[in-house]
């Protein structure tokens, strides 16, 4: 398997599974316990970082369906305010962002990888990430994010991907199949499907994000709201890291470190 290299940190090929937690500065978002005021951002990043997150990935809107839009400037701002606040800390950063305006001022701080849910559909996008010589974070998508219905579509889908980061210059990145209701075609068992055959995405050859925390399916299932769906996210975790993935993307870094040392143990020889 093709590494992606993001700021030293090896993601894929004979790495361990990295951990990239998620620090939200939108208060839009659907897990409302997730959003962390400015003045803390600095302390949760390094939080994360001690109980065990390889990255940071940080968002300034919400990208969950039917969530209040914002506007690009507001975005902007929020972000550049966070990443004041990370600025010289060290740590791993990932900004997670469609807007090219956006980028262009994180560009003035230390950013170490762009995470583009629309996987580059828009090309002025993915030519400013790789004149930044920046490592991406690429999910599904053919005419908005998390547009293919289904496995087939999705494989399809990456393939798209795939051929639009060749066709920018983008050298290094992960792919991401979207679990989540992104679009109205989009159902649950759709997202059962995509867990289940999840081994699947890795036959292009490049590391694989998994991104379930959380998400609306689990909490269908379960009959929960965000903030009590941390144990059905472990659960599902816990079955996906069998197939393969080789970094996780967690609003719960600590649990999440958890089950990956105990899983380690049980498949010790």
């Not at 500065?25 to 316990?33: D, L, P, Q």
């Not at 269908?220 to 059905?232: K, V």
């Amino acid at each position: 398997m093709k590494t992606c290299t993001v700021n030293k940190l090896v993601i894929g090929g004979d790495a361990p599974v990295r951990v990239m937690g998620v620090i939200n500065v939108s208060n839009e978002s659907f897990y409302a316990n997730s959003y962390v005021p400015l003045e803390e951002v600095h302390a949760t990043a390094v939080a994360m970082i001690e109980q065990g997150a390889d990255m940071i990935d940080l968002g300034a809107r919400s990208t969950a369906p039917n969530t209040q839009a914002i506007s690009g400037k507001t975005e902007a701002e929020r972000v550049e305010a966070a990443l004041n606040e990370l600025d010289g800390s060290g740590i791993t950063v990932s900004v997670d962002t469609m807007h090219p305006g956006v980028l262009a001022v994180c560009l003035n701080h230390d950013v170490h990888a762009a995470n583009d849910i629309g996987g580059f559909i828009y090309p002025a996008y993915a030519k400013e990430v790789a004149d930044a010589g920046l490592p991406a974070f690429v999910m599904a998508a053919n005419r908005q994010p998390g547009d293919p219905v289904g496995v087939a579509e999705t494989l399809a889908s990456l393939e798209g991907v795939i051929k639009r980061c060749d066709e920018a210059g983008v050298k290094e990145y992960v792919l991401d199949p979207g679990v989540g209701i992104w679009t109205p075609m989009r159902s649950v068992e759709d997202d059962w499907e995509l867990c289940r055959h999840f081994e699947e995405f890795l036959k292009f050859d490049r590391p694989v994000l998994a991104a379930v925390s959380r998400k609306t399916f689990i909490g269908m299932l379960l009959n929960r709201y965000p903030e009590e769906r941390l144990p059905g996210t472990l659960a599902v975790t816990m079955e996906l890291l069998q197939k393969g993935p080789s970094i996780i993307r967690t609003h719960d870094v600590a649990a999440t470190r958890d089950i990956m040392k105990v899983r380690e143990r049980m498949t010790r020889p």
